[in-house]
């Protein structure tokens, strides 16, 4: 059996060397990366299971690495490790997909039991990956898309039938919605699908990192460049690559990202003469893109181009009768992954579900029932184990002694998610979405011992 892969990113080469020898010692193969361009190489060249990787870097933040991470290895779990936790760059690192967020030092007892839960849910993760495979082998690559709402029907329409083509497609909607779930579908359902599948988020990057990401460089192109890089258009030629938030990509790359559009050409960093590539592209974007054109941020020429077929996917709110679908999806995913015995999701939380707004739509409800599955203590999800927000949703009936006042339902929640935590109030803190300061302002307030 092969070894479990781990790699330590930190550009504190004593911390990154220790960390390293302790996860040997328990019989792991460890690679070791600098800085956050070291790590994404790393991950693209080595099959890792575990990333634990160090929030301060030279050359970026771990917290936005974390999304890059699951946009392009969904199944790779990223622990951070901070010198200075604080509570927003904790939630949105689990916003972002991080299994956890640990400080240096004071954590270092937990990293051990906390890297074999993360490899735990990536041997979870894998199976149900191949599992989809196996299940995918004779569809049309639209089967994991979710959804019978007229609104999402009509997207789904649009899809298949650009999905056989070679046109560019753009993806427009509120963040959350499920572009690159599409994305995926479109590539899979094309006749591009047995070649890669290549994501990129435009926002996680600088100018020249993204630059270098795409294109790729030749040694000594740059400081640090010691040999020659594939951009990833070249790891997508003849498959399909998928450009997600490319509203944010800087107005000079925009103009090489419209030559490789116009003549399927490109110089790398440090070369004169181009590479030729057969791609396709999908970009995806929830910016007002006639907004943007006004502005001077985004080239109305490569607009023109990106958007040959435009597809608006909508947001949660406008498709109120898939939540039920979803929820259930992600019930599923969850108790399997948490080995819960949740084996339902009560009439009156759907309910609630269905009322609540979802300003961060399937994301958001994704988190919401990862969260929520955690804290339920029966097998049948409660209104009560859904986050406050969802939870003001719900009105009683029948029970004329229940108190209906937000404050009082405020204080069950927050005694629930402290029982839930042992009184763990770092972590109650970031179950509930507040800062550790609010929650010791609550609970002076409702009189919580």
Known sequence: MALQKILVVDDEEKLRKLLSRIIELEGFEVHQAEDLKSATKKLAQVPIDVVLCDVKLPDGNGVAFVEQVKLTHPT??????????????????????????????????KILPLLYRALERVSINRSLEQTKVVEEEDTTGFD??????QAFMAAIHLAKRVAPTNATVLLTGETGTGKEVFAQAIHRASTRAKHNFVALNCSAFSKDLLESELFGHK??????????????????????????????????????????LETGEFL????????????????ATNR?????IKEGHFREDLYYRISVFEIGLPALRERIDDIPLLAERFRKQFTEEQRSTVTSISKEALEAMKLYSWPGNIRE?????????IL?????????????????KHIPTGDKNIALDLATVEKLHIQKVLQHTNGNKTKTAELLGIALTTLYRKMTEYNIG
């Open 76 to 109: 790779v779990e990223v622990i951070l490790l901070t010198a200075y936790g604080n509570i927003p760059d904790g939630v949105q690192a689990i916003k972002n997909g991080a299994f956890d967020y640990i400080t240096k030092g004071d954590d270092n007892n």
């Open 144 to 149: 994991q898309v979710i959804g019978k709402s």
């Open 219 to 260: 040694a000594g192109s740059f400081t640090n460049a010691s040999k020659d890089q594939k951009g990833l258009f070249e790891e997508a030629h003849q498959g399909t690559i998928f450009l997600d938030e490319i509203g944010e990509m800087p107005i000079e790359l925009q103009a090489k990202l419209l030559r490789v």
């Open 268 to 283: 790398k960093i440090g070369e004169t003469k181009p590479t030729k590539v057969d791609v396709r592209i999908i970009a």
């Open 288 to 292: 007002d893109f006639e907004k943007e």
């Open 365 to 373: 409800l994704r988190n919401a029932m990862e969260r929520a599955i």
């Open 376 to 392: 339920c203590m029966h097998t049948s999800l409660q209104v009560e184990d859904m986050p406050y927000e969802v939870q003001q």
